[in-house]
């Protein structure tokens, strides 16, 4: 086998030299001690989420969120003597990405004529999966339902085709949302049937069920 020589890089020098059994090794050949970092803050990612098993803060969000959100009209809201959808104010809620929600809401509205009937819609400020809602109330005394359904955001399909009279009448909202790869909101909408005002009155309760969930 041959002989290879033993080689010391020389700090002070920059050179690779040659080392025999009587050379010793210059103090300029050591490294210096220290340099690195002390400070533990100062470490590269830190925010790295490289541990899925931990519970992270974004984690704990989506574990200890409510399951069960309830949400009211404080005041009537009428629609104007068209068919334009309005904002029925603090119905909202936020969702959250790769969820399923059920909704569901009940409460009064009032037509300004037998013949106006009305519609639910949400608007939702990103993209999702799937929104599904159906909405129905009392059509005749006799106890007929008229109702219509929501399956695109902000647009209501269908509308329902009047009323009793012009009194005050229950509704009822049935729907299911799932969320895709992005988090957002979804406001609740009133429309009318025809031109004539119709008003969704105060008290009207929107409740929402997170009933699954992907943990990010």
Same mark, same amino acid.
């Given at each position: ?6 080689? &010391? %890089? !020389?700090?002070?020098t920059?050179?690779?030299t !040659? %080392?025999?059994?009587?050379d010793t090794?210059?103090?300029?050949a ?8 002390t400070?533990?803050?100062?470490? $590269?990612g830190?925010a790295?989420d490289d541990?899925? =098993? &931990?519970?992270?803060e ?5 574990? %200890?969120a409510?399951v ?7 005041s009537d ?6 068919t334009t ?7 909202v809620f936020? &969702? ?8 569901w809401a009940?409460?009064?509205v ?7 009937g009305?519609? %639910?819609?949400?608007d939702? /400020? /990103?993209?999702v ?6 909405f &129905?109330?009392?059509l ?13 955001? !902000?647009?209501?399909v269908?509308v /329902? /085709?009047?009323?009793?009279?012009t009194s $005050?009448?229950?509704?009822?909202? =049935?729907g ?5 790869a ?15 005002v ?6 009207f ?12």
């Amino acid at each position: 086998m041959a002989e290879r020589n033993l080689k &010391y %890089f !020389d700090n002070l020098t920059g050179l690779w030299t !040659d %080392f025999t059994a009587s050379d010793t090794i210059p103090a300029t050949a050591v490294p210096a001690g220290g340099g690195g970092i002390t400070d533990h803050g100062a470490l $590269t990612g830190l925010a790295d989420d490289d541990h899925p =098993q &931990y519970l992270t803060e974004a984690r704990a969000a989506v574990l %200890f969120a409510p399951v069960i959100q309830v949400f009211t009209l404080a005041s009537d809201q009428a629609t104007g003597a068209n068919t334009t959808p309005v904002t029925l104010s603090g119905l909202v809620f936020n &969702y959250e990405a790769n969820c399923k929600y059920r909704i569901w809401a009940m409460g009064r509205v009032q037509p300004t004529a037998a013949t106006t009937g009305c519609g %639910f819609q949400f608007d939702l /400020s /990103s993209a999702v999966t799937s929104i599904n809602t159906l909405f &129905y109330h009392q059509l005749a005394n006799t106890g007929t339902l008229s109702g219509g359904h929501s399956i695109a955001d !902000d647009a209501s399909v269908g509308v /329902s /085709s009047g009323m009793p009279g012009t009194s $005050t009448y229950p509704v009822n909202l =049935q729907g299911l949302l799932i969320t895709g790869a992005n988090a957002g909101t979804a406001q609740l909408r009133f429309r009318a049937e025809v031109a004539a005002v119709t008003t969704c009155k105060a008290g009207f309760t929107l409740v929402i069920e997170k009933i699954e969930e992907t943990l990010p």
